[in-house]
């Protein structure tokens, strides 16, 4: 599943040609990244940026130090400061000609970046335990911002975002939920301040967060990056395919609004629609390549008790933007497919018995239509029991589409293709000094797994050497998700679970393994605290000399005899299975086949063994996209991570 924000008609378009965010001569500012409330990174050397006219210079005041700088030939300055330690809040004076910027409540701390997909960008108020979590949430050493989404083919300068936020009830619900848990622990422990650096896009593929000076070295990405670069040469032909698709997305909300007036009416003939079962994707049950409008629509019955009386409805979530009516009144409308609706129905709406739900859903590309969980499709009043909207409901495509003619086609307009996302996401900051990274993702890129083997070392490598730091690069494993299997077998998810633990080869690099949280009706695990918990423990270890256990039992080596495998691992004091008996390890012999196995521990091994291999040769374990049950664990708590001994040729390979 993608997340998309390049929604038709209904958010801006992405920058589809070179941008520069420098100032024209007579324009002075900052970089968008310094706002009140941030918080700079200690005991390194850093810098504050703009823009400005040439030849006037700019003065930037921090503590004691005071740096004066002249804008180059483009308008651009830096201002470049000696590392500073902790403190308290101070403030940073700009100035240039006749303006002054002064920036409030500045911290010295450590500064982490969030990135990667959905998992990521998930925030605390969709995550676990919301409501006690956002009441607790009173951490006002805890800075969070979050870059705005934004693609482009060449590198931006600047971007836009949310600014800094100190962390309180009222801010912490929008923060990335793993990343605000992982910074809570380590406020915990050090008593540091911590800034949180939150750029990420959900569904996005790794390679679009790689600069095109990496990935055009990657054979599998040379031919993709020499395309994109023609698309850079001729900038005045992509503004006038710019200038189309706007003309074209403006006929086309009013169009949209005009149909709504039809299809939403209670009176609407909906007797030739087509029947569709909801939640589930309408791409799931036959409507291929729809990409564009449609309107689902149901009617119900209600008791007299709901006459007239306030009410609610939940619609699970929609794939992407819905606007939804309730006996033709428009009752709410959301443009992000991870949030579940949830929408008040106002008194003297509903009435004693029939009633009408229509629903336009708008989707850009990828899966669409009403998705998640059936229990949370309803309608409720107090005192009432709920009434369930799961099941089937009325379906028609729009057609908008031919009425206006072919959307006009932008090469390059959604994240999902190689670098865009370095250019546009990382490119604007990358002066940033930050103690490290951490990063969620790879669920995109599961059909790809043995290629992600190459992709993860090269993602560390190139934002390493872009930010010119030997940060700390930290990352989660794949959760478990899907339906389980009852039978051993492949599994793509399995296979990119071992590529990111490959990657652990590369230095001052970790990983927090969640094999045992997953959920397997949901791609995000709500359980976004032990996420969270997990990362801080290897920085803790890592970065800040903590005596802490950061890792559960990894595979170290396999012996082989007549019947059984022994499997010894490190990481592994106090290996239990939570006193039941020990779950998803397979055995197989030459033949390749792979049984479910008996476990048992001894020590810091385990033994495995079944009665049909009678000369083993290859042990897994939790290798499956969802390995129900998994249960090796060290004193700590911290799951095994999931292995093989065998290399045998993969399903993606």
């Not at 300055?77 to 002064?102: C, H, R, T, Y």
């Amino acid at each position: 599943m993608n997340l998309k924000r390049a929604l038709i008609g209904c958010m801006p378009i992405f920058l589809l040609i070179a941008v520069s965010s420098a100032a024209n001569s007579e324009e002075f500012r900052i970089a968008n990244i310094f706002t009140d409330n941030m918080v700079l990174q200690r005991n390194q050397d850093f810098s504050i940026w703009g823009w400005g006219e040439t030849g006037t210079p700019v003065t930037v005041q921090l503590q004691e130090q005071s740096v004066t700088v002249s804008p180059n030939e483009n308008g651009k300055w830096e201002a470049k400061f000696e590392a500073i330690d902790l403190g308290d809040p101070f403030s940073i004076a700009i100035s240039s000609g006749q303006n002054s910027v002064e920036l409030n409540n500045v911290l010295a701390g450590d500064v982490w970046i969030c990135s990667g997909q959905s998992n990521m960008e998930w925030v605390v108020q969709q995550a676990g335990n919301p409501q006690q979590e956002i009441a607790n949430g009173d951490w006002p050493l805890i800075r969070h911002v979050r870059i705005d989404h934004v693609t482009s083919p060449s590198k931006l300068d600047d971007v836009n975002n949310t600014g800094w936020q100190v962390c309180s009830p009222d801010t912490v619900g929008d923060f990335s939920a793993v990343g605000y848990y992982f910074a809570r622990k380590l406020q915990r422990e050090l008593n540091v301040p911590i800034g949180l650096l939150h750029t990420s896009w959900g569904g996005t593929i790794i390679e679009t967060w790689i600069s095109p000076e990496s990935l055009k070295n990657h054979p599998d990405f040379k031919d993709a990056i020499a395309k994109l670069e023609s698309v850079t040469q001729n900038p005045q032909q992509q503004q006038a395919r710019a200038n189309k698709l706007d003309q074209w997305n403006r006929d086309f909300r009013k169009a949209l609004e005009d149909q709504s007036t039809q299809w939403k009416a209670p009176a609407t003939d909906d007797s030739t629609w087509k029947a569709i079962k909801a939640p589930g994707s309408w791409e799931s049950q036959g409507y291929q390549q729809l990409d564009g409008v449609a309107w689902y629509r149901r009617t119900i019955t209600l008791p007299d008790s709901w006459d007239s009386q306030p009410a609610s409805i939940s619609l699970a979530q929609i794939d992407d933007i819905d606007l939804t009516f309730v006996n033709g009144v428009k009752i709410g409308s959301l443009s992000d497919w991870t949030k579940i609706r949830n929408y008040k129905i106002p008194a003297n709406v509903l009435k004693a018995g029939e009633n009408s739900i229509a629903i336009r859903v708008t989707d850009s590309a990828g899966g669409g239509g009403i998705i998640g969980d059936p229990t949370d499709m309803f309608i409720a009043r107090t005192g009432e029991p709920s009434i369930s909207l799961a099941g089937t409901w009325k379906f028609k495509k729009s057609d908008l589409t031919r009425k206006l003619g072919e959307r006009p086609q932008q090469p390059y307009r959604g994240p999902n293709h190689p670098t865009l996302l370095s250019n546009a996401m990382v490119n604007p900051f990358l002066l940033v000094r930050a103690k490290g990274v951490i990063w969620y993702q790879g669920e995109s890129n599961a059909r790809r797994a043995y290629q992600y083997r190459s992709l993860m070392p090269l993602l560390i490598e190139d934002w390493r050497k872009r930010f010119g730091q030997d940060f700390s690069f930290y990352w989660v494993q794949l959760a478990n998700f899907t339906a389980p299997r009852d039978t051993p077998g492949d599994s793509q998810w399995a296979e990119l679970r071992e590529a990111q633990t490959m990657a652990l080869t590369v230095p001052k690099t970790g990983q927090a393994v969640i094999i045992d949280i997953g959920e397997a009706r949901d791609i995000h695990p709500k359980n976004k605290q032990d996420v969270g918990k997990r990362l801080a423990l290897n920085a803790l270890a890592k970065d800040y000399g903590k005596s802490v256990v950061y890792s559960g039992p990894m595979f170290k080596s396999a012996e082989f005899s007549e019947n059984h495998a022994t499997i010894e691992f490190d990481h592994a004091g106090g290996l239990n299975s939570k006193n039941e008996p020990l779950k998803q390890f397979q055995i197989a012999g030459a033949d390749k086949k792979f049984v479910w196995a008996d476990a048992k521990i001894d020590g810091t091994n385990v033994i495995v063994s079944s009665p049909s291999i009678k000369q083993p040769v290859a042990v897994r374990y939790a290798w499956a996209d969802n390995p129900e049950g998994c249960n090796l664990y060290n004193a700590a708590g911290l799951p095994a991570c999931p292995f093989r001994t065998d290399s045998w040729k993969g399903v993606t390979e």
